[in-house]
């Protein structure tokens, strides 16, 4: 027994990217961050990419749970889009 020819197939794209979005930046007063205190510029900014989420806002008014919170809600400074790809395919029906 010979298998029919499809009257229909379903096509689709998909695609693939990533994104990245920079936000404003603040200015960090190291003197109100004692857990700061004597290190090197490069072991502060070392620290503070580790250990955002469990420091202190800049302002304690503003509402945030921690300086990376503070950070989230800044306004975007630049979003880009890099590797972007996309695929054509066909299956027998459509999932």
Do not use: C
């Not at 027994?1 to 990245?20: C, D, G, L, N, R």
């Not at 749970?65 to 979003?79: C, T």
């Amino acid at each position: 027994m010979s298998e029919q020819t499809p009257k229909t197939i379903a096509v689709f794209a998909t695609e693939y990217y990533e994104t990245s979005i920079t936000r404003e930046p603040i200015e960090l007063n190291l003197e109100n961050y004692p857990e700061l205190e004597g290190m090197t510029t490069e072991e502060a900014i070392d620290y503070v990419e580790s250990n955002a989420w469990e420091m202190k806002p800049t302002n304690d008014d503003d509402g945030y749970d921690s300086l990376a919170d503070e950070l989230n809600d800044m306004d975007i400074r630049r979003d880009k889009i890099t590797n972007e790809t996309q695929e054509i395919n066909a299956v027998a029906q459509m999932f």
